[in-house]
């Protein structure tokens, strides 16, 4: 059985290219049913994220490659081969299986360690299960690559640590205050970063929100999806007391939180903290904010700082990671292995017992008038024999198959005995 990988991901092929080729929910089955139809006797697997698009596929000869799985890819999406092929990766065999293992495991990942991509693996895998194109390899080998992602993400520390701005910033905000359900969040500027930050902070829990933003159209917009108030730019300096936590990100070209602003908010808040995060290039808070009592000031800067710390320490991983997948892919290749070997042990058993057959067919005329019981006596000792010379290369190819040569070893037996590539007959 061959098993083929073919894709593109984030770093093979930019965005305009890998948005021609994605797949959509609906279309997933769509293709699988074509590809199906194409390649009667196939299995087959499709990946379609926003960073990747792969096709997983086995056949049983060698009537697949990587030019019929990109005819199909051409076809498909009604768009030439020449367009797209040269941004393409194309793996078979072990060095597929591997590659599935480092995807599962997110070491493949434009983040690496992120979480997300498992599920995309399993649910790939769930809709062709639906689609009823997986047989017993992808069976098997999805079903391992979803057990060695867990076990990568249990055993090493490489999902560890926030590796964005947006949730190192949430982080911090967890050691100040660790409950946000009593506390608001004042976003200044309403731009994509301000809005991650947000997001983040409601899903651990906050409930009140302003936003202030040059555009109050756009304030409002930000402020109605978290329900959340939006308030005129130029009072943002009479609601700093009532916010816990600011996040600001603006294109202003000079401070917009200013020190006398932020000592007046902490003197009515009593010396409750506050925590500033400052996202901003060039930086919308004063730096000498963070001179005040009880109040936490962060920078771009600082936030990266973080953010280079936890990718260096997840790349510090990828030794252990690697360990765990090498294993990995060893144990299911003997397992494609013994695969190979059970139908080649057959053949080998079947050609044995058909000349054991074929001489006691020249025996039985030779032997005249003998008992009926008699003959079955001799008839179980040829077989007892044949299977006791079987034994040993049957167990020895077994244990070959362990370590990926069981199916060179039969074939050299087979070579020497002189057993010819032909379909098994069942046993008489």
């Known amino acids: 059985m061959n098993l083929h990988t073919l894709g593109l991901n984030h770093d093979s092929a930019p965005v305009e290219i890998r948005e021609k080729l994605a797949f959509s929910p609906s279309s997933v089955p769509i293709a699988l049913s074509s590809f199906a139809q194409s390649f009667p006797s196939s299995e087959t697997v499709i990946l379609s994220t ?24 051409s076809a498909f999406h009604n768009l030439p081969k020449e367009k797209f092929a040269d941004h393409m990766y194309h793996y078979q065999g072990i060095n597929a299986v591997r590659h599935l293992f480092f995807v599962s495991s997110s070491l493949d990942s434009l983040v690496r360690g992120e979480t997300q991509i498992l599920s995309q693996v399993k649910e790939a895998y769930m809709t062709a299960t639906a689609a009823e194109t997986t047989g017993s390899i992808l069976n098997q080998l999805f079903q391992r690559s979803l057990n060695v992602a867990k076990e990568v993400h249990t055993k090493t520390n490489i999902g560890r640590g926030k590796v964005s701005v947006s949730t190192v910033a949430v982080d911090l905000a967890i050691k100040i205050f660790k409950d946000f359900s009593e506390k608001t969040i004042f976003i200044i500027g309403a731009g994509e970063m301000c809005e991650l930050v947000l997001k983040h902070l409601v ?21 109605e999806e978290y329900d959340g108030k939006a308030i005129n730019y130029e009072k943002l300096e009479d609601y700093l007391p009532e916010a816990d936590i600011i996040i600001s990100s603006t294109s202003a070209p000079h401070y917009v939180v200013k020190t006398e602003h932020v000592r007046h908010a902490i003197k009515v808040r009593r010396g409750n903290p506050m925590l500033l995060v400052d996202i901003a290039v060039p930086r919308d808070i004063n730096p000498e904010i963070a001179n005040i009592d009880n109040v936490y000031l962060y920078n771009i800067d600082d936030l990266q700082t973080v953010v280079s710390s936890n990718i260096d320490e997840r790349e510090n991983e990828l030794g252990k990671c690697q360990v765990i997948i090498d294993k990995e892919v060893s144990q299911y290749m003997a397992w494609t292995e013994e695969l190979k070997i059970g139908p080649a042990i057959s053949q080998l058993r079947n050609h044995f017992h058909d000349i054991g057959e074929q001489e006691l067919e020249r025996l039985r005329p030779k032997l005249g008038d003998i008992a009926h019981e008699e003959w079955e006596h001799i008839v179980y000792s040829m077989q007892r024999t044949l299977n006791k010379i079987l034994h040993k290369p049957a167990k020895v190819g077994k244990e070959k198959a362990k370590n990926g040569g069981g199916f060179q070893y039969v074939e050299t037996i087979k070579h020497l005995f002189g057993i010819h590539h032909k379909k098994d007959s069942s046993k008489k």
Do not use: Q
């Open 203 to 223: 899903d651990c829990g906050a409930k009140s929100t302003i936003v202030a933003n040059r555009s109050f159209d756009k304030a409002m917009s930000l402020a």
């Open 50 to 73: 926003c960073n990747r698009v792969e096709i997983y596929a086995t056949s049983p000869d060698n009537s697949m490659d990587k030019d019929t799985l990109l005819d199909f890819l």
